[in-house]
């Protein structure tokens, strides 16, 4: 948030644009900005949880899947309904549906994977020979994974809301503007409102809860000097690249015109969805399951995903 008021700063003709865009901007566009900004802290939370429950890559694939689609539709039909009927408009109607339909492998593929990952199958028997998925021992983990997709969808539907936070956000992008910020850093005026305020209210207010429940502060300060200074400089620089990442996303959607938002989103999240797969299995969410019927699954999913966001 500091970063972004200082490069509107250095950029602008005020001195004090920040207090210029609060004091010019509509109240109610600064409280959308704000709530959406929230909205999606609180997707931000049930991710987390989500990671927990049904690994790295099925929430990366369900939660990105859907806030691509939902934060892609939503501005186009509150800002743009005249092109809802257009080639563009139709196109971003049917990769919602066909983001579904991916979600719904991805939900069979996490399925079949939880059940046999949980059952102990030595290495010399083969899956389809030796495991019966609908057994008592398999059926007991469906309320966890059940729960779990049920967190990562509200996940996907709360954090599609930061894009939401930018699209109503974008009077005071064009304030910014309007007093010298360069139009491909204009974007940017809006995250210390949404992410700033919104989002952080949100992400802290968990965090310290969670801290003082479980007594954890002293997670921040662990006895090892080596393991403080490794634990601090790469949630630093998890901060930095995440918080890089959108400041390269309003540069671009600032250069893709009134559709930016709708048609940058949509592609940021499938790079996403298609990273987040590549880590789960280096991060062995995948480990132990022997059988190609959960990763087949797994990959008509992503295929489906990658085609409707393009």
């Known amino acids: 948030t500091l970063f972004f008021f200082i490069v509107l700063k250095n950029f602008s003709d005020e001195k004090t644009i920040t207090k210029v865009v609060l004091r010019t901007a509509s109240v109610k566009d600064i409280w959308l900005t704000i709530f959406f900004g929230a909205g999606w802290g609180i997707g931000n939370v049930l991710f987390g949880i989500s990671l927990k429950l049904i690994g790295q890559s099925l929430t990366y694939a369900i939660t990105l899947g859907l806030t691509s689609s939902l934060g892609a539709l939503i501005p186009l039909l509150v800002f743009h309904p005249n092109d809802v009927l257009t080639l563009k408009g139709a196109m971003i ?34 899956i389809s020979a030796q495991v019966d998925i609908n057994s008592e021992e398999s059926k007991e983990f469906k309320p966890r994974f059940r729960t779990g997709l049920i967190v990562c969808i509200m996940a996907g539907i709360f954090s599609s809301m930061l894009n939401l936070s930018l699209s109503f956000g974008q009077s005071i992008a064009t304030i910014a ?12 005026a809006i ?3 949404g992410v700033g305020i919104g989002g952080f209210l949100v992400n802290s207010s ?32 998890i901060g930095l690249l995440w918080m890089g990442g959108f400041i390269i996303y309003g ?19 499938v790079i996403s969805i ?11 969410d995948w480990e132990g399951v022997k059988t190609f019927k959960p990763k087949f699954y797994l990959l008509i999913g992503i295929l489906i995903l990658f085609v409707s966001v393009f």
Not at 101 to 122: M, N, T, W
């Open 274 to 284: 298609l990273m987040s797969q590549l880590w789960g299995f280096l991060a062995g």
């Open 191 to 193: 995250f210390p409102l």
């Open 93 to 126: 109607i049917i990769s919602l549906i066909l983001a579904i339909i991916g979600l719904v492998f991805l939900a069979i593929s996490g399925h079949l994977r939880e059940k046999y990952q949980k059952l102990d199958i030595k290495e010399d028997r083969t």
């Open 206 to 237: 968990y965090s310290l809860f969670m801290l003082c429940r479980n007594k954890e502060f002293g997670l921040f300060c662990p006895l090892e000097l080596g393991h403080l200074i490794k634990t601090w400089f790469l949630g630093i620089l």
């Open 177 to 188: 503007a309007d007093h010298g910020t360069p139009s491909f850093l204009a974007t940017n």
């Open 251 to 269: 540069i671009g959607t600032s250069s893709l015109g009134k559709l930016g938002g709708v048609i940058g989103w949509p592609i940021v999240m």
